[in-house]
Every structure is written in C-alpha cells, then in structure tokens.
C-alpha cells in the first residue's frame, strides 16, 4: 500500500503569497493530522479531522491558516497570506480507528512538505 | 496540561555501543498513552511502539528495548549494539485517555541520534 502522499515536498514563496500544502491519506484510514515542524517549536498539532470532520483546529496559529477535507482521500492545508514565520516543515499522517472510534495513535505520517517564506 | 521532556538535544555513540534515550512526562490524566516515533534523514516520522499506562512491563523488540517506570513518569528507550541505520531522531510522546475528540499526541523536542561508524 502507498503511504502518506504529501505535495509538494519543496516550496519556496515570497511573503504575501497563498500556499497550498496537499495531503493524499492512507485508504481507509479514519483520522488526518497536519503537525508543523520548526526548530524552536517542535511539532506542533494544527488540526485533525475524522472521518472528513474537522475535530479540532485550536492549534492553527491564527485565520491565514485553513484546512479542508472535501473527501476521505485529500485533505489540504492553505495559508494566505504567507509570513516569513510560516517556514517550516508540515506534515501530513493519517491513522485508523480499531472500531468505537478508538484511538491507537499509531500516526503514518508523510515526507513533509518543507516551505520556505521569504 | 500534557508536557513530554528529552533532555538529551544530541547523542553520539560509537557503532555497536548501547545507548538510552531518556523522556520524562507530565500529565494529570490517569490513563494515558506513551509512545516513541523515529524520524530518519528522509524526514517522516515512523511508530517505534505504544504503550498504555496500566501496563509497566518492559518490551524489548529486537535490539529495541523500552522501560517504562510509572514512579518516576519516564519511559526510556535503549538501543542495544547501534548501528549506522539507527542514526535519526527519536521522539517521545504522550496521548491523553483514546476518547474521541481526543486524539492528541504531545511530543518531546526529540534526541538526534548519531552512531559513528
């Protein structure tokens, strides 16, 4: 089976700009998480969904970020307008409910997408 | 509040050497769930094992080993005669009782680990 797909892995945007990370889950996997990876913070949860419901979003860092999962198998994250303090490396994972909506946090994450803002 | 601490920023070992990763944690919930993920060069994360708080026994997964001590909140993790492929970062984590809407894993800052061939 193929694993997370993230795209694109590289971007490169000057600030201002709108950036649109895209995620392709684990068919049949019920959860989506996007985490942010940066030096100073660590990884950080910004929103995560089941089963296409946006569950909880209070870790997105203010209103120029939004995340949207239209269908089971994509899931996007966009930041408009972009800041230099938005470069980091986001991740996508996904992870499967063992039924009752039971949490295993066995998380299958993604390469990442490493965005730079200039 | 959840909090997962690594104090180790860097370790480097000779290859075959024995090395721990240390994480101590802090939660208020009574059950919880503890975890370790592996990040290689190639940047994602991997799921090294879970544990549930009821549960103090030690695991060992081939030259991996876990010690988990409920006493002193810390969940240490041991590998046994590195080698180069074991060079990443490891990080620990902690996740709140598997209730829905409460799918939270808190990581640690990780521990980048270099085995010296």
């Known amino acids: 089976d193929a694993g997370v797909i993230q795209s694109p892995r590289h971007e490169v945007t000057e600030m201002g700009q709108e950036v649109t990370l895209r995620c392709k889950p684990i068919s049949g996997h019920d959860y989506l998480f996007w985490y942010r990876q940066t030096m100073m913070r660590g990884l950080e949860l910004l929103i995560y969904f089941n089963n296409n419901v946006p569950i909880d979003d209070s870790g997105m860092p203010e209103d120029r970020f939004s995340a949207k999962m239209p269908n089971a198998s994509f899931s996007t994250l966009k930041i408009q307008p972009s800041e230099p303090r938005d470069s980091a490396v986001y991740f996508c994972?996904?992870?499967?409910?063992?039924?009752?909506?039971?949490?295993?946090?066995?998380?299958?994450f993604g390469e990442g997408s490493r965005l730079t803002v200039l | 509040a959840q909090k997962v601490t690594q104090a180790q920023t860097e370790i480097s070992v000779v290859e075959k050497e024995d090395v721990t990763l240390d994480c101590v944690y802090e939660?208020?919930?009574?059950?919880?769930?503890l975890f370790w993920y592996k990040q290689p060069p190639s940047g994602e994360l991997v799921f090294l094992i879970r544990?549930?708080?009821?549960?103090?026994q030690n695991e060992i997964s081939g030259r991996y080993s876990w010690n988990f001590q409920k006493s002193t909140s810390s969940f240490n993790f041991t590998i046994t005669a590195s080698q180069v492929v074991d060079s990443a970062v490891y990080f620990c984590a902690l996740s709140p009782p598997s209730n829905f809407g409460n799918e939270k894993l808190t990581f640690g800052t990780g521990t980048r680990l270099t085995i010296i061939p």
């Open positions: 994972a996904s992870s499967q409910d063992r039924g009752h909506l039971i949490f295993t946090g066995e998380l299958f």
């Open positions: 544990r549930n708080s009821f549960d103090e």
């Open positions: 939660t208020r919930d009574t059950t919880y769930y």
